[in-house]
């Protein structure tokens, strides 16, 4: 058995705002006494007491069944834990949707379309949504990895410039010839993105330099032809393998795909760059998922990126390659007062220890990669925005792991995301938000600034 006076918080969260003052008396009625249960009419009776309004008998089967169905049977809780249960359900039901509890309690409860329209839109789609698609009639035809970055318009340039100062260039020029075959099968794929029927994920990246398209490239290929992935036939943008030669039709043509795809997949790599981060916000303010992918940036990462440096930089010494990383990863490490060594180092890589410089190296790698994870999952308030259409707040999902990756994007493409309500405690207010369980990244949050809230729904309402 409990009182009311146990059950009045579980009831604040539901309707989204405290109760007024009650008598005595009142908080001291009991509920569940004897084994009993709790049933709509009592329900009722309790959220009248508490001052708030009565809610329909359907919404009350969603808080029991977390369903409703057309048949007439009687709904009830059987305990205080089954009332905490079922709230919360809702709780998670209200910030998904709405990203505030109030305003879906005073919508929900009294509108059955409503209600029974986004329970629709919150079950899982079956698998063969994806796995019966028909292949496209246009296929990508894949450009391999390592001749991606010829597809730049820097390597263009640079080539360019190498045979004006020197026409008898004959590298420079057999690449530049190679580079003509690979643009025209970009261009071919760009038309494959433009035409194809279904977009599903956008892949947001920043390519400069060979070795970022050749790790996107992998990268990319690697979370798409997983086990988990592969079989759905999911359709995504991936940039290396697209061609646009006109500035502004490239702009046109990524936005267009931003609108088409379900979610973006952003990776965060040593660099970012305003086009990437402007994707990001777009997604977001669509309303749409965002996840970031944040390589653990440990040993086997920073060897593999070395190597593939080694391949494509064979006439630079692994010394000459470790330092310009080290200048990516901490520009301020050189003049540091204990790394004069480096600073010796810089000036004349021949005297530089390999081991010792691969020892910077990893370092330097993990702690910006857990850095740029850490703003992006906790402390940067753009991790957070604002669909503009409806409102509700959408956090970016930070995953550091292929397999999390797939997972969660999975997940997300067939609607089978999972969440747990977490509380986040600010001097002198509490809010509620919806963790992904998967990247346990924050995905909606209610602000507990009430003249904010006040403010923000009159707004937006």
Known sequence: ????????????????????????????????????????????????????????????????????????RIFAFKSKDELEKGINYFIQFALLWYGNIRFAFKNLSTDYDKLSELIELTKPFDETKYTNRHNQINEIINIPPEKTYLLGYIIENKLKESIRNNPNDEKSQGLLSERQRWVEQGKNNQLTYLTSDHLDVYVATSMRL?????????????????????????????????????????????????KRAKLTLYLVQESDTFGKDSELASTLAQGKPVIAFVPEGDKEYVDSLLEELRRLNPSDSDQEIILKQLKIFNPNLAWETENQKLRDWIKNSEMAEVEELKSLLYIAVEETYRKRAKTLKETHPLGIQVCLNTGVANG????????????????????????????????????????????????????????????????YL
């Not at 997940?411 to 995301?417: D, G, R, S, T, V």
């Not at 600010?426 to 600034?449: A, C, H, M, W």
């Open 1 to 72: 058995m409990c009182v009311i006076r146990d059950v009045k918080p579980t009831f604040e969260r539901l309707v989204g705002e405290k109760c007024n003052h009650i008598e005595e008396h009142v908080m001291n009625l009991p509920l569940f006494k004897d084994g009993a249960s709790l049933g709509y009419s009592q329900f009722n009776e309790v959220l009248l007491l508490l001052g708030y309004n009565r809610v329909a008998e359907f919404f009350f089967q969603f808080l029991v069944e977390q369903e409703i169905k057309e048949e007439k």
């Open 396 to 459: 970016v999902l930070v995953v550091r792991s292929i397999k999390d990756c797939t997972r969660l994007i999975e997940a997300i493409l067939l609607n089978k995301m999972s969440f747990t309500i977490g509380k986040v405690s600010e001097p002198n207010e509490e809010y509620f938000t919806l963790v992904e369980e998967i990247s346990q990244s924050i995905f909606r949050v209610k602000t507990g600034d009430e003249i904010l809230t006040n403010s923000f729904w009159n707004f």
């Open 210 to 258: 060979e070795h970022e398209y050749l790790l996107i490239s992998n990268l990319v290929t690697h979370i798409f032809h997983s086990e988990i992935l592969k079989p759905l036939k999911i359709r995504w943008f991936d940039p290396t393998q697209a061609y646009c030669e006109s500035r502004i039709d490239k702009g046109l043509s990524e936005a267009l795909m931003l």
